[in-house]
Structure formats: structure tokens, C-alpha cells
């Protein structure tokens, strides 16, 4: 995995910024010095830099994310090839089954919540597109990961870490292994309560040419993902609404 050593202070602090008023909300000038360190003129100068371009609106004495990022945000998720296809099929899973339905690519190792949407009996969920997981402890991440070149597995299990969830999560990579290896086998994936205890879920890899280019999959709670409902009438729907994307997805590249 490339390493970024060479980068700029000031750029990275304004990101480092970004997230923090993404995650905290809207701070003033003394808020964020505090907060993130550094001093009042610097941050002045930076949230300038900002306001002018629309990357962040002032709403009296403090700064907030501004709606620039959208722009920006939803050329990224159309520029994604399969995300027209993948949409529409995602939100049919959620209205045909009730449940979380959702989508998610492979980016620096990690999974993406590219959409997602929920069904009339969905439990929600604290996730908004753009958020990051590891590949090892959702469905999702795991159905993809399964489908990687074996170099590339090799390389994310020994850089990154196996965060630990939950109880459930594997973090052994011999076990891991192993798990994408049966997932390779039986063509989807299982989280069982892997990453949100009481959520499980089930995924199917999205392959093009061989390669996989995305995952698309069902969550909801697990008094509800049991039995036969959870080992193969889920399943049979995610393959089959993954093979329907593959199908179209082909035609669309050969032109007919």
C-alpha cells in the first residue's frame, strides 16, 4: 500500500479541521484553537480559506460544513461505474424484503458505504454514506475482500489492523483466511453480529471480468436473520440481485 510521507502541514491541518467540525458541528474560531491546538490566527486564516471557496458557512459566531462538499461528494459516488445500476437494485432489496439494504466498494483497503436504504421494517443504523470500515468484520467488507487477489488479501491483513468490534469479530488472520476462503465457495458473505452486536447481515460480490467492484447486501436484526431465512433465503435474494447487476453490467460494457 503506498505511503504518503511527503505531504504538506498546512493542507493536512485543514483537513484534520474539516473532520473535526464534521464530527463535533459547528464551532467559533476560539472553539476550534482550543479544541484542535493551534493558534486563533491560523484557524481564522484557514476557515477563510474555506468560506470563500463554500467549503464552510459561518451561521453567526461559529463555522459549520458547508454544502460545497456535496458537489464533490456525489461526482465521486456518480464516477463509481456500477453505482446506477447498483442503486436502483438496492432499493427494490429494501422494498421487496423490508430490510437494510445497501451497497459498498473497496478504497485504501477499507469498505464504503457508497448507498444504502431502508426497508419498511429496517432497524436503523448510524450510517451515512461515506463512512469507512474495516473489510474483516462486515458482510459487505468481507464478501469483497474474499474476492481480491490473494497479493492484495496478504497485503491488507498485514498492514492494517483487525480492529476488534465485538465479541465476535475475527481478528486471527489464520481465521480470516479461512472465512474468505468459504466465502469464495459459497459466493456470499455472513456477519454475525461481527460488527454491531444484534446486526447481522449477508453480502454478494458484484464481479466484472473477474474482478469485484462492489458488494451489495441485507442487515437487520438477528431474531430476525435466523434459521433458514438467514442461511439461504436471504442469500438466494442477494445472489440473485448481484447476478441481475453483473448480467446488465456486461451488456452495458460489450455494447449490446
Not at 128 to 150: E, N, P, V, Y
Not at 170 to 199: C, F, N, W
Request: with cysteine.
Amino acid at each position: 500500500m503506498a505511503q504518503h510521507d511527503n505531504t504538506l502541514k498546512s493542507v493536512d491541518k485543514v483537513f484534520k479541521m474539516v473532520e473535526h467540525l464534521k464530527t463535533n458541528g459547528g464551532k467559533t474560531v476560539t472553539e476550534l484553537s482550543q479544541e484542535l491546538d493551534m493558534p486563533k490566527s491560523t484557524v481564522q486564516v484557514y476557515l477563510n480559506t474555506l468560506a470563500k471557496n463554500k467549503f464552510v458557512v459561518q451561521n453567526g459566531a461559529k463555522y459549520q460544513i458547508g454544502l460545497q462538499f456535496l458537489q464533490y461528494g456525489m461526482y465521486a459516488l456518480w464516477n463509481e461505474p456500477v453505482f446506477p445500476n447498483v442503486k436502483s437494485k438496492v432499493e427494490e432489496l429494501a422494498d421487496t424484503t423490508g430490510e437494510l439494504a445497501a451497497c459498498f466498494v473497496e478504497e485504501l483497503g477499507e469498505a464504503v458505504y457508497v448507498y444504502g436504504t431502508e426497508g419498511n421494517r429496517a432497524i436503523r443504523t448510524d450510517l451515512t454514506m461515506g463512512d469507512r470500515s474495516g473489510l474483516h468484520c462486515t458482510a459487505s467488507g468481507k464478501a469483497i475482500f474474499a474476492h481480491l487477489s490473494q497479493e492484495r488479501i496478504e497485503e491488507i491483513i498485514s498492514q492494517r489492523s483487525l480492529e476488534r468490534k465485538t465479541p465476535q469479530t475475527i481478528t486471527d488472520p489464520d481465521e480470516l483466511r479461512e472465512e474468505l476462503k468459504q466465502i469464495r465457495e459459497r459466493g456470499h458473505a455472513y456477519s454475525k453480529e461481527e460488527s454491531v452486536e444484534g446486526m447481522r447481515s449477508v453480502a454478494a460480490p458484484i464481479l466484472l471480468d473477474g474482478e469485484v467492484v462492489c458488494s451489495i447486501s441485507l442487515a437487520g436484526p438477528a431474531n430476525r436473520f435466523v434459521g433458514e431465512r438467514f442461511t439461504s433465503e436471504i442469500p438466494d435474494i442477494v445472489k440473485g440481485a448481484a447476478n441481475e447487476i453483473e448480467l446488465k453490467l456486461t451488456y452495458s460494457e460489450s455494447g449490446l
